[in-house]
């Protein structure tokens, strides 16, 4: 089993970064797939990204966030990360990681543990 804790998430205006981090418990984590999604109020939650089990893994973005956002992983400290670049209004969201357990890297469903979320708000 694996517990799923994110940070990072605030208040960023249009243009800016923020550094999300998902710290997992449990000694499994190395061998699971991590995504990151996001829910906007009002719309149903969206792959954003995500990132193969072993340290620099394949990594699969949903096109409105290519070239602008990136996952990394640090097995050795059991955290996953997703680096926002050019951040826009339409970013804003609660930002969740997740654990892979099968099934389509996008989908929700393939994600078996999830966090609680973290807040990214862009104002313009």
């Known amino acids: 089993q694996v517990q799923l804790v994110e940070s990072g998430g605030g208040l960023v205006q249009v243009g800016g970064s923020l550094r999300l981090s998902c710290a997992a418990s449990g000694r499994t984590f190395s061998t699971y797939d991590m995504g990151w999604f996001r829910q906007a109020p009002g719309k149903e939650r969206e792959f954003v990204a995500a990132i193969g089990w072993w340290n620099g893994g394949t990594t699969y973005y949903a096109d409105s966030v290519k070239g602008r956002f990136t996952i990394a992983r640090d097995n050795a400290k059991n955290t996953v990360y997703l680096l926002l670049n050019s951040l826009k209004p339409e970013d804003t969201a609660v930002y969740y990681c997740?654990?892979?357990?099968?099934?389509?890297?996008?989908?929700?469903?393939?994600?078996?543990?999830w966090g609680q979320g973290t807040q990214v708000t862009v104002s313009s």
């Open positions: 997740a654990a892979r357990s099968g099934g389509s890297w996008l989908d929700p469903k393939s994600y078996n543990y």
